[in-house]
């Protein structure tokens, strides 16, 4: 019933720029937060930058000054604008969000994921 589809990633030099989006779609939506989070090989996910309902933000702590969660709500849209990118900062990118359908209880959903690569 609801789906978020990740775009943006790629392969960037160290110190690039990278856009990534989510888009949500569905019926009746009322997305109480969005998130996103990485996942290097072999290791768990981890979460990276959350962004509430009135566009209040997070983020984990080391990169903080780098990246910025930004969303539109009119379009069910979120943002991570990744400004000078490091090579430890490859990982597939996941959009994540907590929504409520149609006044319904609240549920966690997730994207396919984006990967993004910086070289040396």
């Known amino acids: 019933q609801v789906q978020l589809v990740e775009s943006g990633g790629g392969l960037v030099q160290a110190g690039g720029t990278l856009r990534l989006s989510c888009v949500a779609s569905g019926r009746l939506l009322n997305i109480i937060d969005m998130g996103w989070y990485r996942q290097f090989p072999g290791k768990e996910r981890e979460w990276v930058a959350l962004?509430?309902?009135?566009?209040?933000?997070s983020y984990l702590d080391s990169l903080k000054g780098r990246f910025i969660i930004s969303r539109d709500g009119a379009k069910n849209t979120m943002y991570l604008q990744m400004n000078s990118l490091k090579p430890e900062d490859t990982a597939v990118y996941y959009c994540?969000?907590?929504?409520?359908?149609?006044?319904?209880?609240?549920?966690?959903?997730w994207g396919q994921g984006t990967q993004v690569t910086v070289s040396s």
């Open positions: 994540n969000a907590r929504i409520r359908i149609n006044y319904g209880p609240l549920f966690r959903y």
């Open positions: 962004i509430n309902r009135d566009d209040r933000s």
